[in-house]
């Protein structure tokens, strides 16, 4: 399990602004992070002080789903850390 994110933390990869007030909006048991990476089924994120996989939701995956609906590399996207990490 990584560690909370800080100011600091997403301050290092990128956010603008006051990261105190997106950490606010965040649900419980969730987290902010940066895509850094994108493959077909899945993605590697960073949340300031760790990097993992996470899963897409399979809404993203269907056939005519909006590709403009899908995280890119840059975007930022809160994900579901457990049971299993999903965006």
Same mark, same amino acid.
């Given at each position: 399990?990584?560690?909370?994110?800080?100011?600091?933390?997403?301050?290092?990869?990128?956010?603008?602004?006051? #990261? %105190?007030?997106? *950490? &606010?909006?965040?649900?419980?048991?969730? !987290?902010?992070?940066? /895509?850094?990476?994108?493959?077909?089924?899945?993605?590697?994120?960073?949340?300031?002080?760790?990097?993992?996989?996470?899963?897409? #939701? %399979?809404?993203? *995956? &269907?056939?005519?789903?909006?590709?403009? !609906?899908?995280?890119? /590399?840059?975007?930022?996207?809160?994900?579901?850390?457990?049971?299993?990490?999903?965006?």
């Amino acid at each position: 399990m990584t560690r909370p994110a800080t100011a600091e933390s997403l301050r290092s990869i990128g956010w603008h602004g006051d #990261p %105190a007030e997106a *950490l &606010r909006d965040v649900p419980a048991g969730c !987290a902010l992070a940066r /895509v850094v990476a994108q493959h077909r089924s899945g993605y590697r994120v960073n949340d300031g002080s760790d990097e993992l996989a996470v899963q897409t #939701p %399979a809404i993203l *995956l &269907r056939k005519g789903a909006d590709p403009l !609906a899908r995280p890119g /590399v840059g975007d930022w996207v809160v994900f579901r850390r457990e049971p299993e990490p999903m965006i």
